[in-house]
């Protein structure tokens, strides 16, 4: 008889707010938790059933913990792939596998996957020097990415013309044609080990310019839904070519022609995803714990127009974090916060998100334009 959802321990690499979250739906299944993060008090310490305190990187820590667990996940792509192998080789349950992992935390190879699986995507080269960098065939201005371990808007640069060179990256990255966009939007699709996928309604996003980081999201998306149709179809056809169990988060343009350009993809639950808490009849966290365990998939049409944003810290401010003016947003209908348990705040770490649920979609961006200039996190 197979083992029900509540015998198999779910371990989580990576023990920030994605993996909060992961495990405050995972009590609701009678789902054990354990939890590897570096840092001694990650969001997830006080919630998660067995905390452990190392490298997620480092082999042995991460082989040595995923032994304790009968299905494995990750928070955040830049883990150790070898011993997710290694652990695949001996039975246990890797989701997403260790080799959709591997694609994806190479920003070269996940375009070069893109371009061979006729996923459409911005021209792009992949240069390993500053030399490469100058005699490109992608004439400035042109977006540099790291290859490895960029993360939340880190990573990432603008390049207007040569003599920025003597500031970029000196590392293996890509260069990319710059994008002229209407609108950077989000797909998220999950897909379990039987093959079945469901798609979460198209999300429309506003970043911080400064941080480069999403601040402000729409949920569900206005565009025409032939538009929105057809980024759930490439977010499918991802997420087949991947082969992928769990959840694949997938950015792109809306160019100003109406093409669609898939700009990155992510293998786990998402930024772009948080409203769903509230604002669809289930979650992202949900449901990637439905498709990692093998379930049915959860029915994920829209309850309500959902805005999200993100609270980051406050430019200039570092410290024990305080959130001022909380009781000013908590007396508005329809606001729902969510702190990530950190102490600490710094200019631009993500510190929370709330979600405003309205039935009339101008109501809702209003009441978050409030939040966004009401609630403050400083030190």
């Given at each position: 008889?197979?083992?029900?959802?509540?015998?198999?321990?779910?371990?989580?690499?990576?023990?920030?707010?994605?993996?909060?979250?992961?495990?405050?739906?995972?009590?609701?299944?009678?789902?054990?938790?354990?939890?590897?993060?570096?840092?001694?008090?990650?969001?997830?310490?006080?919630?998660?059933?067995?905390?452990?305190?190392?490298?997620?990187?480092?082999?042995?820590?991460?082989?040595?913990?995923?032994?304790?667990?009968?299905?494995?996940?990750?928070?955040?792509?830049?883990?150790?792939?070898?011993a997710?192998?290694?652990?695949?080789?001996?039975g246990?349950?890797?989701?997403?596998q260790?080799?959709?992992?591997?694609?994806?935390?190479?920003k070269?190879?996940?375009?070069?996957?893109?371009?061979?699986?006729?996923?459409?995507?911005?021209?792009?080269?992949?240069?390993?020097?500053?030399?490469?960098?100058?005699?490109?065939?992608?004439?400035?201005?042109?977006?540099?990415?790291?290859?490895?371990?960029?993360?939340?808007?880190?990573?990432?640069?603008?390049?207007?013309?040569?003599?920025?060179?003597?500031?970029?990256?000196?590392?293996?990255?890509?260069?990319?044609k710059?994008?002229?966009?209407?609108?950077?939007?989000?797909?998220?699709?999950?897909?379990?080990?039987?093959?079945?996928?469901?798609t979460?309604?198209?999300?429309?996003?506003?970043?911080?310019?400064e941080?480069?980081?999403?601040?402000?999201?729409?949920?569900?998306?206005?565009?025409?839904?032939?538009?929105?149709?057809?980024?759930?179809?490439?977010?499918?056809?991802?997420?087949?070519?991947?082969?992928?169990?769990?959840?694949?988060a997938?950015?792109?343009?809306?160019?100003?022609?109406?093409?669609?350009?898939?700009?990155?993809?992510?293998?786990?639950?998402?930024?772009?995803?948080?409203?769903?808490?509230?604002?669809?009849?289930?979650?992202?966290?949900?449901?990637?714990?439905?498709?990692?365990?093998?379930?049915?998939?959860?029915?994920?049409?829209?309850?309500?127009?959902?805005?999200?944003?993100?609270?980051?810290?406050e430019?200039?401010?570092?410290?024990?974090?305080?959130?001022?003016?909380?009781?000013?947003?908590?007396?508005?209908?329809?606001?729902?916060?969510?702190?990530?348990?950190?102490?600490?705040?710094?200019?631009?770490?993500?510190?929370?998100?709330?979600?405003i649920?309205?039935?009339?979609?101008?109501?809702?961006?209003?009441?978050?334009?409030?939040?966004?200039?009401?609630?403050?996190?400083?030190?």
């Open positions: 008889m197979a083992k029900q959802i509540s015998e198999l321990k779910l371990g989580i690499l990576g023990g920030g707010q994605l993996g909060r979250m992961l495990i405050q739906q995972a009590i609701n299944y009678n789902v054990t938790s354990l939890v590897l993060d570096p840092d001694p008090d990650a969001p997830c310490k006080h919630i998660a059933n067995y905390f452990e305190n190392g490298s997620i990187t480092d082999f042995d820590t991460v082989y040595n913990f995923g032994k304790k667990a009968d299905i494995i996940t990750i928070e955040i792509e830049k883990v150790n792939i070898e997710l192998e290694q652990l695949e080789k001996e246990k349950q890797v989701f997403p260790s080799r959709v992992i591997r694609l994806i935390q190479d070269g190879v996940q375009k070069q996957f893109f371009k061979e699986n006729d996923i459409p995507t911005s021209p792009f080269q992949i240069v390993n020097t500053k030399e490469d960098m100058e005699n490109s065939n992608i004439p400035f201005p042109y977006i540099l990415k790291l290859r490895k371990d960029g993360y939340d808007g880190k990573g990432v640069m603008r390049i207007e013309h040569a003599d920025d060179l003597a500031n970029a990256f000196d590392a293996p990255c890509i260069i990319e710059l994008v002229d966009f209407d609108k950077e939007i989000a797909v998220i699709v999950a897909r379990n080990s039987n093959g079945d996928m469901k979460f309604p198209m999300v429309e996003m506003e970043f911080n310019p941080a480069n980081l999403v601040e402000f999201l729409i949920s569900p998306s206005t565009y025409a839904e032939s538009l929105q149709q057809k980024a759930e179809s490439i977010a499918k056809s991802i997420a087949s070519a991947m082969n992928i169990t769990g959840l694949l997938v950015e792109m343009f809306v160019c100003h022609d109406g093409e669609l350009l898939v700009n990155e993809v992510a293998p786990r639950p998402h930024n772009s995803g948080h409203q769903t808490i509230e604002g669809n009849y289930v979650s992202q966290f949900e449901q990637h714990i439905r498709a990692i365990y093998n379930l049915p998939l959860g029915d994920t049409t829209s309850i309500s127009n959902a805005v999200m944003i993100n609270l980051l810290g430019k200039g401010s570092e410290g024990v974090a305080k959130y001022e003016n909380l009781e000013k947003i908590l007396a508005v209908e329809g606001v729902f916060v969510h702190l990530y348990g950190k102490k600490y705040t710094k200019p631009f770490r993500k510190m929370g998100h709330v979600t649920v309205d039935i009339d979609r101008e109501k809702a961006i209003e009441k978050a334009r409030y939040v966004q200039k009401t609630l403050r996190v400083i030190a």
